[in-house]
């Protein structure tokens, strides 16, 4: 178990360009979730995948911001035409659910700052 | 989603036992009380959860009111290494709806 990895740890981009960020989840864990934090909050939740299907997104999702789980592995999260109010730390979580109650095991986050 | 409310922050001393309150007075019949902690620089990690019972780990214990509508992490004996920012989080054990939906938690300092 090495633990859910996150790619880059930080990303530095200018305002209007794209970025994509890699999260490897644990090996065998069917869902993946993503999470944004901004300074002082707590995650906020974004998009989650059992297996490739996206099952959920949030409002906070615009039409900027896309998920994939192409062969219910890893996960890519795009963000187009960048924002600064996209500066935050992107986070993802994998769980493998036997129940309910599977806990949720988070990387350490790419964190973004567009300037 | 049912809500929780923790104090902003926190301050105990080394060594010493703590005692993290968080109430839930909207708590519902399928919902679960779930407590994550967030270390400097990294992502949250799991620390216990519960129903109804008290529950007890190798990291934490959980103690639950009678009626549910609120509970307590207890840290029997804090380390430097405890300081973090900890979550109490009521998760809908309803199949599909199991995301986890964080506050603003409560920043704990340990003092040396």
């Known amino acids: 178990d090495t633990g859910v990895s996150q790619d880059p740890r930080h990303k530095i981009t200018k305002r209007g360009q794209n970025v994509t960020f890699r999260c490897d989840p644990i090996s065998e864990h069917n869902r993946l979730y993503w999470y944004r934090q901004t300074l002082g909050q707590g995650p906020e939740f974004l998009t989650y995948?059992?297996?490739?299907?996206?099952?959920?997104k949030s409002r906070l999702l615009s039409d900027r911001f896309s998920a994939e789980r192409p062969k219910g592995s890893f996960s890519t999260l795009e963000i187009q035409r960048t924002e600064q109010g996209d500066s935050a730390m992107y986070l993802c979580?994998?769980?493998?659910?036997?129940?309910?109650?599977?806990?949720?095991?988070f990387g350490n986050g790419t964190r973004l700052t567009v300037t | 989603d049912a809500k929780t409310t923790q104090p902003n922050s926190m301050e105990s001393n080394e060594e010493e036992p703590v005692h993290l309150p968080c109430n839930h007075s909207?708590?519902?019949?399928?919902?679960?009380i779930h407590w994550y902690r967030q270390l400097p620089s990294q992502g949250p990690e799991y620390v216990i959860h519960?129903?109804?019972s008290n529950v007890n780990n190798r990291m934490a214990s959980l103690a639950i009111a009678e009626d549910r509508k609120s509970s307590t992490l207890i840290l029997h004996r804090a380390t430097l290494r405890d300081a973090a920012v900890y979550y109490c989080?009521?998760?809908?054990?309803?199949?599909?709806?199991?995301?986890?939906?964080f506050g603003t938690g409560t920043r704990l300092t340990i003092i040396p």
């Open positions: 519960g129903l109804t």
């Open positions: 989080i009521l998760r809908d054990s309803n199949f599909g709806n199991e995301k986890l939906t």
């Open positions: 979580a994998s769980s493998l659910v036997w129940d309910s109650n599977s806990p949720l095991h």
């Open positions: 909207t708590i519902s019949g399928t919902d679960y």
């Open positions: 995948f059992q297996n490739e299907a996206q099952l959920e």
